[in-house]
């Protein structure tokens, strides 16, 4: 079975102004789509056919890693917004993020950070470990965190190309308006259940 790009949750305008129609259809509509679409003909012939993208990320190096994790995070990335997000997480998220941080604004300005401070292209995650600790992890190009046994919760997309339409070379503007659109619940989804 081949991989096939997922539709969005949201009209492509929904997420404005924090990323903009026109960052969603080439971020989405092309860069994503572009991922897939290698990943489809690098397996073709290889161990990984039919294989999950999980699967991939933890044993899967060169092409065949890069484009199993770049849709992964990509999906993932997409998945976790809402343009009724923003706010605070609630529950057992908001009280681990407290335990680590203090509050949830020293979270979210050490998680924005490391955001702008990433070096290059790449992703940065809030994590949680099997032990239910959170972390947060910078990874760089298509780095995932689930190849170290982490459980991702969150990510930010740090490549130009998620943010350079709207906002050129000013990636903490950027980063400052995905604040307003993550979805807690979604967040709060993904933590490790009993
Ligand atoms: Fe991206």
Avoid: C
Avoid at 68 to 97: C, D, R
């Amino acid at each position: 079975m081949k991989f096939e790009l997922p539709v969005l949750p949201y009209a492509k305008d929904a997420l404005q102004p924090a990323i903009s129609e026109q960052t969603l259809e080439f971020h989405h509509g092309k860069h994503l789509l572009a991922y897939i679409n290698k990943l489809n003909e690098l397996v073709e012939g290889t161990r990984f056919k039919g294989e999950t993208l999980e699967a991939m990320i933890r044993s899967a190096d060169g092409a065949i890693f890069n484009n199993a994790s770049q849709t992964w995070n990509h999906i993932f990335y997409f998945e976790t917004f809402s343009p009724k997000g923003g706010g605070e997480p609630k529950g057992v998220l908001a009280e681990a993020i407290s335990k680590k941080w203090g509050s949830f604004e020293k979270f979210r300005q050490e998680f924005s950070d490391a955001a702008v401070s990433l070096f290059g292209s790449g992703w940065v995650w809030l994590v949680e470990s099997r032990d239910r600790s959170l972390s947060i992890i910078n990874e760089s190009n298509a780095g995932n965190p689930l190849r170290e046994g982490h459980i991702p919760l969150l990510t930010f997309d740090v490549w130009e190309h998620a943010y350079y339409l709207d906002v050129q070379n000013r990636r903490a503007d950027h980063i400052k308006g995905l604040w307003n659109i993550i979805d807690w619940n979604i967040v709060a989804g993904r933590v490790i259940k009993d």
